[in-house]
């Protein structure tokens, strides 16, 4: 809690509550990136599942380079953010489960790649495709809750 | 924009069945935000695909396959086209005059004639491309200046309930 508080009090707090263009900027960035990661997501995970057959998922591996760029932009951004009332978001159930959501949906689409590169079956990989695809919704889903609950 | 000019066509929009349930239901709204993000995720994701095959970044991408994006972009651009009219329907008085709402529709069409001239002008010629071999110069301009458009609209729309007066 007192580290809540510290963050809350300093620089990058007050910047982020007072400065008149700090908050709207800084929200578009989130935009943005979310935009960049989820449609990464989304498009390799369509591939996964069977749509556009013709590319090789391989193929892909430049555009999860972007996808990682998407998410450091939101990374930052949503540390930026989470500046604004940290005592508030922490304790935020639509926050828990949206950071939990990402932290799951990052790692299901590591075993999604794993699972395209090794050998696994074409049935389990298109599941843990499809649950990549739901935790991802899930962080969305939760995000824009944060806003009315 | 002045108020004479949009006050007929708001006032229309603000009677219809949509924009009363969107207003009477307090569950509608975040639910509609949340489609219209998901369907930007799902338009910027196929977008990202295609220009970024076509830029040369992602040069690998069977260019014929990635094409098959394209409907995914077109479907999820619907989707937002109605859900984006749900929120005009709720409250048009607050969206016509605004700057970023403004710039974000004149931003949209903008990219439609951008994806009209990919379409009519490049499409055909781009599907020859082998793996791995680069677009011509047209196309990587038209590529680009895509994605740096909805780049535009996004920002634009996330201003929307910043630039109120």
């Known amino acids: 809690m007192g580290f809540l508080v510290w963050l809350e009090e300093g620089a990058l707090g007050i910047f982020i509550r007072e400065s008149l263009w700090g908050y709207p900027i800084v929200l578009s960035s989130h935009a943005v ?32 380079l972007i996808g990682w760029i998407g998410f450091i932009i939101n990374l930052i951004s949503g540390l930026i953010l989470f500046c604004n009332t940290p ?16 932290v799951l949906g990052g790692i299901l689409m590591k075993v999604v790649m794993n699972s395209v590169r090794g050998d696994t079956s074409e049935g389990l990989t298109k599941l843990a495709s ?9 962080a969305m889903i939760t995000g824009r809750l944060m806003a009315y609950l | 924009m002045d108020y004479d000019t949009y ?35 799902f338009l910027f994701g196929s977008l990202l695909v295609i220009d ?32 984006g009219l749900a929120f005009l329907c709720a409250d048009p008085f607050r969206y016509f ?8 529709m004149g931003l949209i069409v903008i990219a439609g004639i951008n994806a009209l001239w990919f379409w009519f002008g490049e499409h055909k010629e781009l599907c020859q491309l082998a793996d791995g071999e680069d677009a011509p110069f047209r196309a990587k301009v038209i590529a680009a200046l895509s994605l740096a458009i909805w780049i535009g609209v996004i ?6 309930p910043y630039v109120e007066y």
């Open chain 1, 87 to 102: 005592t508030t978001y922490f304790f935020q159930g639509s926050f828990i489960l949206k950071i939990a959501s990402i």
């Open chain 2, 7 to 41: 006050a007929p066509l708001a006032s229309w929009f603000e009677a219809t069945w949509l924009g009363g349930q969107m207003r009477e239901q307090f569950w509608m709204f975040p639910m509609m935000e949340t489609i219209h993000f998901i369907g930007i995720t």
């Open chain 1, 33 to 64: 990136g979310m935009a960049i990661v989820m449609g990464v997501v989304i498009a390799l995970n369509l591939r996964v599942l069977g749509y556009a057959k013709d590319i090789s998922i391989l193929a892909f591996d430049k555009l999860f």
């Open chain 2, 155 to 160: 920002i634009f729309g996330r201003m929307i």
């Open chain 2, 97 to 104: 005059p605004n700057i970023a709402f403004q710039w974000k």
């Open chain 1, 130 to 138: 499809f649950a990549c695809i739901a935790c991802w919704f899930g």
């Open chain 2, 52 to 83: 970024m095959r076509v830029i040369g970044f992602g040069r690998f991408i069977n260019m014929n396959a990635a094409m098959k994006y394209i409907p995914v972009a077109i479907i999820a651009f619907c989707v937002n086209l109605l859900t």
